[in-house]
C-alpha cells in the first residue's frame, strides 16, 4: 500500500503519487485549472472531509491543546466516516486506489497531529485490510 499525506500548496515530494484534497472547501481564489499546478490536489475530494458540523464544533474549541477537544474530534469524524454511506464507500475506494498506486491525502492543516488527515490514513490502511488480496 502506498498511502502518505500532504498539506495543500507545499511542493510535491517524489512518490506522493496523484494528490487527493480531502478537504471541505477548496482554496479561495484560486481557479480550479490551478489546483494541480499550485501543488494543492490533483483531484478535489470532498465527500471524506470533515462535515460542516463538525468543522464549526472544530473552531470552538482549541484541539491542539486540549486532550478531551481533540479525542471529541477524532472520534466524532471516525463515526461520520463510518456511517455515511458516500463516505464509508469513498473509504474504500482510497483504500483499494492505495493498493494499487502511490496516493497521498491531503488537507490546509500544518499541522497532521490535529488534522483529520491523519485520522482519515488510519481510517483507509484499516479499511485495505478489510479487501480481498490481489
Not at 496523484?18 to 494543492?40: M, N
Not at 482549541?62 to 463510518?82: G, M, V, W
Not at 463516505?87 to 492543516?109: E, H, K, N, P, T
Amino acid at each position: 500500500m502506498s498511502l502518505l499525506t500532504y498539506q495543500a500548496g507545499s511542493p510535491r515530494k517524489p512518490g506522493e503519487g496523484l494528490r487527493i484534497g480531502t478537504v471541505r472547501f477548496p482554496p479561495r481564489g484560486v481557479r480550479k485549472e490551478d489546483y494541480a499546478r499550485l501543488d494543492f490536489f490533483d483531484v478535489w475530494f470532498p465527500v471524506v472531509a470533515p462535515s460542516r458540523p463538525l468543522l464549526a464544533w472544530v473552531k470552538k474549541h482549541d484541539i491542539a491543546n486540549d486532550a478531551a477537544s481533540k479525542r471529541t474530534f477524532q472520534e466524532r469524524y471516525a463515526r461520520e466516516l463510518e456511517s455515511d454511506p458516500a463516505a464509508r464507500q469513498s473509504v474504500l475506494l482510497l483504500a483499494a486506489l492505495a493498493q494499487q498506486a502511490a496516493i497521498s491525502i491531503g488537507c490546509f492543516c500544518e499541522d497532521e497531529n490535529n488534522c483529520h488527515r491523519s485520522i482519515l490514513k488510519t481510517v483507509i490502511q484499516e479499511a485495505a485490510k478489510a479487501l480481498p488480496e490481489r
